[in-house]
């Protein structure tokens, strides 16, 4: 509360800093990105300024959601991160006017192309950050062994699901974004200054709060990552009890690092972010030993802004949030 919080990707230095969710007391909080004044916003998905941003995902019951591709043959498709006037943008998902549309993931000509939360039956999911073709891939969230797939954001009333942040079975899971109808969803941080910090997506009905990163009510919440050195982190998934997690920037001197979403034990785990000094960064997915890779945000003026999963051979690797050697890690907000 008492720090201000920083645009998510790294404001310029000669332009004042908004939060990331340009959360004002006096203005009303508006969508992911931190939208400037002169400029029509747009929430991550695309919605107009004129019409209530709905969660990151679209998933209101009057309205047909789309996929985060966003494919619309008579739209063009805009960028998921509204990059600067002055720089070129590249969208989320590469989607180039003089380019066929690549699925957040770099779908292979030799594989099906499957959006990123397209469960479908008849078709074989692809494990967000492991494609490896000598390995059964599962859906993001683990399949069920009967086949019933559970995408990201909407559950099915008839199968006890984990949420992302991973509920307990015995309580029932609300999507990421607390879409129920009952309930008036709230911006994604709703970090109004006189009300205290919320857990990141607000869901239950009865105000109780589960924060994403697991929100103590003594400890004073950070960033989307908390990272307090004092406080144990679970990481975004929330994996198996068996297995220490760490947060999502795993910045522990004396621990190696585990990836977000635990591959297999048959599998080296890298992880999401893995800000290790004396270890060279991995691309969040599927880094090739081939391929050099960009950071997932890199958006600096002196740097054409890479495609977020676009390898290029000439293009020397950056973690996911631009961590170079010379500069202390930032957390994933880049404060």
């Given at each position: 509360m008492e720090v201000k919080t920083k645009n998510i990707f790294k404001n310029r230095a000669n332009v004042k800093t908004k939060d990331i969710f340009k959360n004002r007391a006096d203005v009303k909080t508006t969508d992911i990105i931190s939208y400037r004044p002169d400029v029509k916003t747009k929430d991550i998905i695309g919605n107009r300024?004129?019409?209530k941003?709905?969660?990151?995902?679209?998933?209101?019951?009057?309205?047909?959601?789309?996929?985060?591709?966003?494919?619309?043959?008579?739209?063009?498709?805009?960028d998921?991160?509204?990059?600067?006037?002055?720089?070129?943008t590249k969208d989320f998902i590469r989607n180039r006017v003089d380019?066929?549309?690549?699925?957040?993931?770099?779908?292979?000509?030799?594989?099906?192309?499957?959006?990123?939360?397209?469960?479908?039956?008849?078709?074989?999911?692809?494990?967000?950050?492991?494609?490896?073709?000598?390995v059964k891939t599962k859906d993001i969230f683990k399949n069920r062994a009967d086949g019933k797939t559970t995408d990201i954001i909407s559950y099915r009333p008839d199968v006890k699901t984990k949420d992302i942040i991973g509920n307990r079975v015995n309580v029932k899971t609300t999507d990421i974004f607390n879409n129920r109808m009952e309930v008036k969803t709230k911006n994604?941080?709703?970090?109004?200054?006189?009300?205290k910090t919320k857990d990141i997506f607000k869901n239950r009905a009865d105000g109780k709060t589960t924060d994403i990163i697991s929100y103590r009510p003594d400890v004073k919440t950070k960033d989307?990552?908390?990272?307090?050195?004092?406080?144990?982190?679970?990481?975004?998934?929330?994996n198996r009890m068996e297995v220490k997690t760490k947060d999502i920037t795993g910045k522990l001197a004396n621990d190696k690092i585990k990836d977000i979403i635990k591959n297999r034990a048959n599998v080296k785990t890298k992880d999401f972010i893995l800000n290790r000094v004396d270890v060279k960064t991995k691309h969040i997915f599927k880094n090739?030993?081939?391929?050099?890779t960009t950071d997932i945000f890199n958006n600096r003026m002196e740097v054409k802004t890479k495609n977020i999963f676009k390898n290029r051979a000439n293009v020397k690797t950056k973690d996911i949030f631009k961590n170079r050697a010379v500069v202390k890690t930032k957390d994933i907000i880049k404060n």
């Open positions: 300024v004129n019409v941003t709905t969660d990151i995902f679209n998933n209101r019951m009057e309205v047909k959601t789309k996929d985060i591709t966003r494919k619309l043959a008579n739209v063009k498709i805009k998921i991160i509204k990059d600067r006037e002055n720089v070129k380019v066929k549309t690549k699925d957040i993931f770099k779908s292979r000509a030799d594989v099906k192309r499957t959006d990123i939360f397209n469960n479908r039956m008849e078709v074989k999911t692809k494990n967000i950050f492991k494609n490896r073709a000598n994604i941080f709703k970090n109004r200054a006189n009300v989307i990552i908390g990272n307090r050195v004092n406080v144990k982190t679970t990481d975004i998934f929330n090739r030993a081939d391929v050099k």
